[in-house]
């Protein structure tokens, strides 16, 4: 099975939203998390990471929350452009080990 | 600075046959990655090199998949022969390793296999 998975396969919000998409890991051990973007035809692209001692990490229009007490990770996109529409990957990594990718969600921008 | 190549793009093939894919890392990183990402899901790793040494092929299904990488930087995977269950998406990845910043892989395009 997947340590790492998504509570929503698609999202769809109008230019303009704030969007928050959601990811749920199962591993505590856990150290590394980080947020992907893939759009079609294209491989992921790199969006924003955060270590396990972090709660909180910003970066341009996206913020990405660690809730470590109920393994949990946010992805949070101010001002959603259709730009952004693409689907988004959650990803866990545990010391050495490889990353564990999510299912990912489809974000849907609407003008 | 120029990302993560592959070649080809596109690779549509019958049953049996042989294919190949190529990567070419981005410059400086010395740990690269294959992955398959099947239609709708997140990618899985098949591979992972630490410059010429693969440290993790767990994933990998030996009997038909090998994978090279004899100068520490450009690599291939090859399928051989191919099965119908093989039509993915090959994803090739690179980071530097032994850095803070060692987790962030960086992806290239990818290769669209279809086998028929």
């Known amino acids: 099975g997947e340590s790492v998975g998504l509570h929503l396969p698609t999202l769809s919000v109008q230019e303009g939203d704030n969007s928050i998409i959601n990811c749920a890991y199962s591993?505590?051990?856990?150290?590394?998390f980080i947020w992907y973007k893939q759009e079609s035809g294209k491989g992921p692209q790199f969006i924003i990471d955060?270590?396990?001692?972090?709660d909180k990490r910003q970066g341009q229009r996206v913020t990405v929350l660690l809730n470590k007490t109920v393994k949990h990770l946010s992805l949070q996109i101010a001002a959603t452009q259709p730009g952004d529409s693409a689907v988004y990957f959650c990803?866990?990594?545990?010391?050495?080990?490889?990353?564990?990718f999510g299912k990912g969600t489809t974000l849907s921008v609407s003008s | 600075e120029a990302g993560v190549v592959q070649s080809p793009r596109y690779k549509i093939i019958e049953k049996k046959q042989p294919v190949a894919f190529w990567c070419n890392p981005i410059?400086?990183?010395?740990?690269l990655y294959w992955y398959r990402q099947n239609l709708g899901q997140g990618p899985e790793l098949l591979i992972r090199?630490?410059?010429?040494?693969?440290?993790?092929d767990s994933q990998l299904p030996k009997d038909r998949f090998s994978a090279e990488r004899l100068k520490g930087v450009d690599s291939t995977l090859k399928i051989q022969p191919a099965e119908l269950g093989d039509s993915a998406v090959y994803l090739c990845?690179?980071?530097?390793?032994?850095?803070?910043?060692?987790?962030?892989?960086?992806f290239g395009p990818g290769t669209r296999l279809l086998v028929l």
């Open positions: 990845a690179s980071s530097v390793s032994g850095t803070r910043r060692s987790e962030t892989q960086y």
């Open positions: 591993n505590s051990a856990s150290d590394y």
């Open positions: 955060i270590r396990s001692n972090m």
């Open positions: 990803a866990e990594k545990m010391g050495g080990t490889a990353l564990i």
């Open positions: 410059s400086g990183h010395n740990t």
């Open positions: 090199y630490e410059n010429e040494e693969a440290v993790d």
